[in-house]
């Protein structure tokens, strides 16, 4: 294989290397997101039953949410950022 080529295919296999890298990256974040809402939302309680809420992403927007189905919460910046989708 020639230098040159050779200097490709490492480049390459870094770009492989920095995608892995960035992929776990974004997975990881995802989840320490998914444990803080989770735990914000364990302190938090629906005003009707008084059942602990659960943090949901819905169309990109972090919602509270009663299991039992009564009703939906959001904080200012998931308002705003519900607000722009509409
Ligand atoms: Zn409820």
């Known amino acids: ?28 974040d995802a989840e320490l997101l998914a444990q803080m809402r989770n735990k914000l939302a364990a302190n938090m309680v629906c005003p009707k039953c008084k ?9 990109g927007v972090e919602i509270y949410a009663c299991p039992q189905g009564d009703g939906a919460w959001l904080d200012q910046n998931a308002l705003d950022a519900a607000l722009k989708l509409v």
């Open 51 to 59: 059942g602990a809420l659960t943090a949901e992403v819905r169309g």
């Open 1 to 28: 294989m020639a230098k040159d080529n050779k200097d490709r295919m490492g480049d390459k296999l870094r770009d492989v290397e920095a995608a892995h890298e960035d992929q776990w990256a974004r997975k990881r």
